[in-house]
């Protein structure tokens, strides 16, 4: 009975590597061209896809009787190649997330200003003027930062 359970835990074992393979050498290769040159080189992206590719055709034509582990090993070289890559890009969609939220912080501290000047004319002028340094030099900052990005890709 326990021989059975150990063979239905390794067939088990050998579906989820074989999935994990089979989805990271069909779907990335798919989902991943949007945006991927922008944090990748050709010669990167050409890794990628022979290693996609390679983990592929090996699937279809000798993954039949392969073990759990030799699924995972085969999987190693594609996420070698493509995890990098694929970490670039999601910094890349959270960095362009942070600058449109720190363009709307900016953009209240601007209108919260101007009405601080007829609503709260008790608020002393340095204080004003030490948030306004704050907006222009947050303003800069993005600015630069937006230029660094133009100039890489």
């Known amino acids: 009975m326990e021989k059975l359970h150990l063979q239905d835990a390794e067939k ?10 089979e989805a990271y050498a069909t779907k990335d290769k798919l989902e991943s061209l949007e945006g991927i040159e922008t944090v990748s080189t050709e010669e990167q992206r ?19 009787d392969a073990t759990a582990a030799e699924f995972k090993k085969k999987l190693d070289g594609p996420k ?3 995890n990098a890559i ?4 999601d910094e890349l969609i959270a960095s362009a997330a942070a600058v449109s939220e ?3 912080i900016l953009k ?10 007829e609503s709260k004319p008790w608020i002393l002028v340095k204080s004003k003027d030490d948030v306004r340094k704050k907006r222009r030099e947050g ?3 993005e600015t630069k930062e937006s230029d660094k990005k133009k100039e890489r890709g």
């Open 139 to 141: 303003e800069q900052k």
């Open 108 to 117: 209240t501290i601007t209108e919260t200003l101007e009405e601080w000047e």
């Open 46 to 64: 050409d890794s990628l896809w022979a290693e996609l590719n390679e983990a592929e055709d090996w699937l279809y034509t000798n993954g039949e």
């Open 12 to 21: 088990r074992k050998t579906a989820e590597a074989r999935n994990s393979l």
């Open 102 to 104: 720190a363009r709307i």
């Open 86 to 89: 694929f970490s670039r890009l």
């Open 80 to 82: 070698k190649c493509g």
